[in-house]
């Protein structure tokens, strides 16, 4: 069992938090388009969750990741998928490295405000021209004495309209595009940052999503996470708690998905008898429950083993997969099941729909998981020679 009473004492402090103060106001934010992250942010900072597998020195609870396993799979509690979103962004996506590489100095400054919810983060990965392909981003910081000056783009910012700062991944060298990057911890409010108006989304409606624009921005060499030029490895170890995350936060969702068209199709009746009782409904909806819990094992024993620091690439990657498509999988044969009023945005199953669809987009698609696992297996195909040439190595998978 890979939850201890401790860990769901923990889930249990969560989800009274869940209860009363996120999730009476999600319709609303939903509605709106944002949600308050500072405010949200901040009391869950009081909670200490926030930091749960980060460093004490800096405000963190220190505990081993199976603890941040269980807060991540507790989200899937809020009746959205947008918020807890914007807060994995927050523990799983843009502070693990700063927690793992960052100097005393860079933590005290940017991951110790973040854990106590003082600040909000986002994570600056993406551009317009460079999503799946991380080794083609164009942003560079440019040496210029003691600074970084930065120049490009930043596209699908969660948080964006609200971070304080970005964990930006940006050109630091000329070398092969995997050996030239660094991770840069960037305030928002520095001159030359601005932002586009939030983006009019499908699903995930209550977090704000943006593109960063960057002009001539100049921070101190010092705000750079770790080794110059390692960025790209550090971004790379990122990916696998954003993997994880993304496998962890749909578990309960999906769980809820299935009980409640299991309510409405028993109550709901046509020909006579409830929908419920048609054996094509009842068995479909028994194989996807199997299929959850047999994703829920796999994706607990890709924790076990991140945990005890074994290598997870593939397992990851494999949970990362597996979850986008059982969410689409289920999201859309349980709307079916809700008839015309799974069509209509009063239902929860709607929000569902819309919200889940990004997991086989965001922080690696599909694709892109399947191409990690074919090279984990050893058979993928080797890329051609200018290609290897591009990444100056063999057969690297960008990610």
Same mark, same amino acid.
């Given at each position: 069992m890979l939850y201890t009473e401790e860990h769901l004492a923990l889930q249990a402090t969560l989800s009274k938090f869940i209860t009363s103060e996120i999730n009476p106001h999600v319709d609303e934010w939903e509605r709106d388009g944002g949600f308050p992250a500072h405010e949200i942010f901040r009391k869950l900072g009081d909670l200490s969750l926030l930091g749960i597998n980060k460093p004490v020195e800096y405000g963190g609870l220190g505990l081993p990741y199976s603890y941040q396993a269980a807060f991540v799979e507790g989200l899937g509690e809020i009746g959205c998928g947008a918020v807890p979103m914007a807060i994995g962004v927050q523990t799983d996506m843009a502070t693990p490295a700063l927690a793992k590489h960052g100097s005393d100095e860079l933590r005290d400054e940017f991951l110790k405000p973040s854990i106590a919810g003082e600040f909000v983060a986002c994570l600056g990965v993406?551009?317009?021209? +460079? #999503?799946?392909?991380? +080794?083609?981003? +164009?942003?560079? =910081?440019?040496?210029? #004495?003691?600074? %970084?000056?930065?120049? #490009?783009?930043? !596209?699908?910012?969660?948080?964006? %309209?609200? =971070?304080?700062? $970005?964990?930006?991944? *940006?050109?630091?060298?000329?070398?092969?595009?995997h050996f030239n990057k660094s991770l840069i911890c960037l305030p928002m409010k520095t001159k030359g940052v601005s932002t586009s108006q939030k983006f009019d989304k499908l699903g995930m409606r209550s977090s704000d999503t943006v593109q960063v624009f960057l002009d001539n921005v100049r921070v101190p060499q010092r705000y750079r996470i770790g080794a110059e030029d390692a960025g790209f490895a550090y971004q790379m170890e990122q990916f696998q708690e954003e993997r994880l995350y993304g496998a962890l936060s749909c578990l309960h969702g999906m769980d809820r998905a299935i009980a409640n068209t299991i309510a409405y199709t028993g109550q709901r009746v046509a020909f006579g008898r409830p929908i419920l009782h048609n054996q094509v409904v009842h068995f479909r909806l028994a194989e996807l429950a199997t299929e959850v819990? *047999?994703?829920?094992?796999?994706?607990?024993? &890709?924790? &076990?083993? %991140?945990?005890? #620091?074994?290598?997870?690439? $593939?397992? +990851?990657? !494999? =949970?990362?997969?597996?979850?986008?498509r059982l969410t689409r999988e289920i999201a859309d044969a349980c709307l079916q099941y809700y008839g015309g009023m799974g069509y209509m945005n009063e239902t929860p199953i709607t929000r569902f729909w819309r919200d889940t669809r990004l997991l086989s987009i965001g922080g690696g698609a599909d694709e892109i998981m399947l191409g990690i696992i074919s090279k984990e297996m050893g058979i993928l195909p080797l890329r051609r020679a200018q290609d290897r040439l591009r990444n100056g190595s063999s057969g690297q998978v960008d990610a």
């Open positions: 993406s551009e317009a021209g +460079a #999503g799946s392909d991380v +080794a083609t981003i +164009a942003t560079t =910081a440019r040496k210029d #004495g003691d600074d %970084y000056v930065i120049n #490009g783009n930043k !596209m699908w910012t969660t948080n964006g %309209y609200q =971070a304080d700062w $970005m964990c930006l991944l *940006a050109n630091t060298g000329e070398g092969p595009v819990e *047999a994703l829920r094992s796999l994706v607990h024993r &890709a924790v &076990a083993e %991140y945990a005890e #620091g074994k290598n997870i690439v $593939m397992l +990851a990657s !494999m =949970a990362k997969l597996k979850s986008g």
